[in-house]
């Protein structure tokens, strides 16, 4: 599975030193492709704890060229020709992790953070590419954190869920969540705390919403919004994954998953009776 658009969380960090193209590049990463693609034909067909050790092998074997990816982001933050290329890398990389964790039995889950870490590391010095610094694997950590605990959390209070790939997915969107009393569903988009106050402040300036609905949306912690690709369009709603409202994470997990369970079951009622206007 695959979702979801680099700078989906845009941390805030200050870089110690600016990348440059011209300098610390690799020796060549492109000869990982093809030992990457044998790795995720093998995890499609794997279960159980050989498809969560295939997964977490997967997830080293994409960190040199994400880790690529995410400096030449930064450093070309207005754009360049192979944007496109870096960001589905940053993309692919975000889902491999998403699947790698699911797939863990819970004893192995605990150290899970530091050993992919610690591996990557390793394996980055071996091909002589850089690695993400400090910060930046921490900004991941985080983000996929909450996205996890949402997907686990939603299933755990008796909704059914359905992670998306984002490498397929043009609507932004993380997750299907379906109330299965009334079948109606909501297509989530996850965020932080500060990247749903920068979604809020883009969807502000770009006209999409007022300052009003901004207002809102930052007390209720959502908003839903019609995003448009492709000649098509869905409606999206954007979560913020609140520590002060929804709890800890420990592990992936919410310690306690019922203001999850509450904060869902009000959107549903609001977007229900927003449908019925």
């Known amino acids: ?30 000869h ?32 040199p060229r994400a880790a690529l990816a995410q400096a030449e982001m930064d450093a070309h933050q207005g ?8 960001l589905y890398e940053l993309i692919d990389f975000n889902d491999t992790f998403v699947s790698a964790v699911l797939a863990q ?16 590391r390793k394996f980055c010095v071996s091909q002589k590419t850089i690695m993400f610094s400090d910060e930046q694997f921490e900004a991941i950590v985080k983000g996929l954190s909450r996205e996890i605990a949402m997907y686990l959390g939603a ?4 909704f059914e869920v359905n992670m998306t790939s984002r490498a397929e997915d043009a609507f932004g969107i993380d997750m299907v969540i379906t109330d299965l009393d009334t079948h109606r569903f909501l297509n989530v988009d ?8 920068y979604r809020l402040d883009d969807l502000e300036k770009e006209g999409r919403i007022t300052t009003e609905q901004l207002l809102k949306a930052d007390q209720d912690d959502f908003i839903t919004v019609v995003n448009r690709q492709n000649n098509g369009s869905v409606p ?6 609140r520590p002060e409202r929804l709890g800890d994470i420990v592990n992936f997990r919410f310690v306690n998953t019922r203001p999850l369970g509450e904060l869902l079951h009000y959107i549903f009622i609001r977007a229900h009776s927003s449908s019925r206007r």
């Open 1 to 30: 599975m695959s979702r979801r658009r680099w700078h989906h969380w845009r941390p805030r960090w200050r870089k110690r030193r600016q990348y440059r193209s011209q300098e610390r590049l690799p020796l060549g990463v492109d």
């Open 32 to 63: 990982l492709e093809r030992t990457i693609e044998e790795y995720k034909r093998r995890a499609e067909l794997a279960n159980g704890s050989d498809k969560a050790i295939l997964l977490e092998k997967l997830l080293v074997l994409q960190a």
């Open 79 to 86: 754009g360049y020709h192979n944007r496109e290329a870096r």
């Open 105 to 120: 039995p819970k004893e192995r889950l605990g150290g899970f953070v530091e050993r992919v870490h610690a591996a990557m």
């Open 155 to 158: 299933r755990q209070e008796g």
């Open 190 to 197: 996850c965020k932080t705390p500060s990247a749903f106050r």
């Open 236 to 241: 999206v709603t954007v979560l913020c994954v």
